[in-house]
């Protein structure tokens, strides 16, 4: 198992191209056609994969050297298996390099000729030591308007993957090649009408002359996952979508952005691999070009963002990031951090809202006589240490409710396909707090009384504002209470707290004529929204709660029934 040398290998009309990446360090396993370094000229960007598979045992160059045909890159321990292609590969000294290392040769930027004035053949570029390749990809079609550098075709021998760029900004008007062709140098990929000339197309070859190559040596990209990144000179960023999606998906793969962005043949099988759009991944290569860490850092971060989600960042659900604004550019402001119960209340509320199809229910109750039984019992209560409201009188007619329809006592299933519904009645209540929201939880409801659990309401909701309350007493609920009545409003849309399917927001009662047998009377009117989760509760249930809800508040005496 003597080491063997690995040399730079004929990659065209370059000399002294200099090394921008090195991807392996000694001591190292490498595949056969890993690649092992990134070189780039002015006119190419090229990866030169390793001849064999084997053990690294010493890296000869570095970052930042330049290297031509010949040089070694590195010595390579060869694994048995492949002693015997590797010799044929590989040299054992450093003599010719002619039969060194396989090429991931990327054609550089546009192998193009000036036809005429505005039409230019892009023709196949000097490749080195290739003839015949065939097309595997072509990535325009007549009609596309081009970027300067922006792939046209991917070209792989046995030896290469190469991607031939285009030399100027413009509109393809003809495809000349189709996958599957075989390909030579000076072959013509397609014809350009040019809108746009830059430094690159100017040393565009002459007509004549032999068309420029992007030589990105190394054989045809087979980067694993956790393979060294194997990044090709493909097109500039112009057009790419440089942020990330926070959100908690993997968006749709933009075939257009995928081709212009600038990765190698490798990172693109390996995005393909993974469904990752290209033209979402922000590069951080050299030239913004795409890393295969580039990849995995966005899939983490899209992972992260589906399974966490924040308020402040990803939301997670595909919700953008919040757009990070200046706003002092429109007057004075002032930052201030926002308090741990609000960070939290707000990335549960957030979540509930994307989590939830919600929709709200809105009815009323007459509750005259309820606020008279409440009025006249309101004195007993004080004595007894506690206040008499309104919210005392919803919680028991929710009890009954939930007891009354058991999908509102219910919590969908992880699996989406059943219904767990629970036999027990245990109702959060909101309470305002300097803090931020907080939602406790009063326990076995239908089994107290109206006063017990005025008393009890009382006592939760004044140690949520002192921040006294324990985690335990903020669990556990199956349907919430969040009024409003002591604040005002007429209405409002209350988000359901996912376990749970609905949610009871009340508003301030008024004082409105309602028909009665033949005349208006005045009546004491109580607004109800009841949001809830329509995958378990439909639209007719909902109505029936809210006329449940609305009879027992009417007559408290149905819920003895
Ligand atoms: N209509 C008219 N008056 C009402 C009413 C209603 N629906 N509900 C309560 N009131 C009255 C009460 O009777 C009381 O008046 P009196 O002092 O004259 O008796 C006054 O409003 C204040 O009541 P309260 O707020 O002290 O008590 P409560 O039981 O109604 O509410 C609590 C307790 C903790 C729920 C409440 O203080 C609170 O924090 N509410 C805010 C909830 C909230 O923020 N929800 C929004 C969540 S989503 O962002």
Redesign the pocket.
Known sequence: MAAQEIKVPDIGDFDAVEVIEVLVTAGDSVEEEQPLITLESDKATLEVPSSASGKITAVKISEGDKVAEGDVIALIEVAAADSDSADDTATEDTGAADTGAAADVEPAPAAATTASAGSQDIKVPDIGDFDAVEVIEVLVAAGDSVEEEQPLITLESDKATLEVPSSASGKITAVKVSEGDKVAEGDVIATLTVTATSDASARAPQPDAAPQATPEPAPAASATPDAAPAPITAGPQQGRQTQAPAGSQLTPVNEKAFSKAHAAPGVRKYARELGVDLGQVTGTGRKQRILAADINAYVKATVKAATSGSMAGSAGGGVPAQPDIDFSQFGEIETVELARIRKLSAKAVHKNWLLIPHVTQFDSADITDMEAFRQAN?ERAAQQGF?L????FMLKACAAALKAFPDLNSSLAADGEHLIHKHYCHIA????TDAG?MMPVLRDVDKKGIFQLAEE?GDI?SR?RAGKLKAAEMQGACFSI??????GGTAFT??VNSPEVAILG????TMQPVWQNGEFVPRLM?PLSLSYDHRVIDGAKAARITNFLSRALGDLRTLLL
């Open positions: 309101k206040k409201t309104p919210l005392a209540v909101a309470v305002d929201l309401l909701s949520a969040s009024s409003l009545g002591g604040v209350p988000i009340v508003s301030r009662s109580l």
